[in-house]
T-cell receptor, first 111, second 113 residues
Framework: KAGVTQTPRYLIKTRGQQVTLSCSPI?????VSWYQQTPGQGLQFLFE???????NKGNFPGRFSGRQFSNSRSEMNVSTLELGDSALYLC??????????FGPGTRLTVL | GENVEQHPSTLSVQEGDSAVIKCTYS??????FPWYKQELGKRPQLIID?????GEKKDQRIAVTLNKTAKHFSLHITETQPEDSAVYFC????????????FGRGTSLIVHP
């Protein structure tokens, strides 16, 4: 089976712009979770989608949003980018919830 | 909310030695505890997990122990090899549809040949 894929792998944006990241889960996996990884804060949970519905949400502002399509592919969007949004954004898929398989991540740099 | 503390932040061992990484959690309702290995520039990979109805789990050179009363769990790696060098993260959360994992800050394990 192909692993979790994320596009793009690298992205450079400027403050105030918005960005959309994409995640394709392992075939058959219905749960997709998103995480932000930074040197200062470590790995932090953003949200989780299951069957096109946001099931869980972490403590991030409303500028961070996401969605899931009927084929389980997921996107996350960050609006009005701030310098502090520079991070590695990881998505993870799982059949149900727990055994999560991570994608390679999207490295976002905000200038 | 849940709070996970992980120690040490850096661990340096000689090849063949054992390594132990410890995590404590605060939410007594947490019942799922995974461990991830992240090599430099790569994605985190689940290496072992444990649920609160089990006290210990082993997989070859890796083992995890859980003490629910004290709210701590540990990763044990025996006969370490240079390829074990990586950052290891613990996490804790409630299983089921409300799974929101909280991660430790990571331990950088360095295995010297």
């Amino acid at each position: 089976k192909a692993g979790v894929t994320q596009t793009p792998r690298y992205l450079i944006k400027t403050r105030g712009q918005q960005v959309t990241l994409s995640c394709s889960p392992i075939s058959g996996h219905r749960s997709v979770s998103w995480y932000q990884q930074t040197p200062g804060q470590g790995l932090q949970f953003l949200f989780e989608y299951f069957s096109e519905t946001q099931r869980n949400k972490g403590n991030f502002p409303g500028r961070f949003s996401g969605r899931q399509f009927s084929n389980s592919r997921s996107e996350m969007n960050v609006s009005t980018l701030e310098l502090g949004d520079s991070a590695l954004y990881l998505c993870a898929s799982s059949l149900e919830v727990h055994e999560q398989f991570f994608g390679p991540g999207t490295r976002l740099t905000v200038l | 909310g849940e709070n996970v503390e992980q120690h040490p932040s850096t661990l340096s061992v000689q090849e063949g030695d054992s390594a132990v990484i410890k995590c404590t959690y605060s939410d007594s309702a947490s019942n799922y505890f995974p461990w991830y290995k992240q090599e430099l520039g790569k994605r985190p990979q689940l290496i072992i997990d444990i649920r609160s109805n089990v006290g210990e789990k082993k997989d070859q050179r890796i083992a995890v122990t859980l003490n629910k009363t004290a709210k701590h769990f540990s990763l044990h790696i025996t006969e370490t090899q240079p390829e074990d060098s990586a950052v290891y993260f613990c996490a804790a959360g409630r299983s089921g549809g409300s799974y929101i994992p909280t991660f430790g800050r990571g331990t950088s394990l360095i295995v010297h040949p």
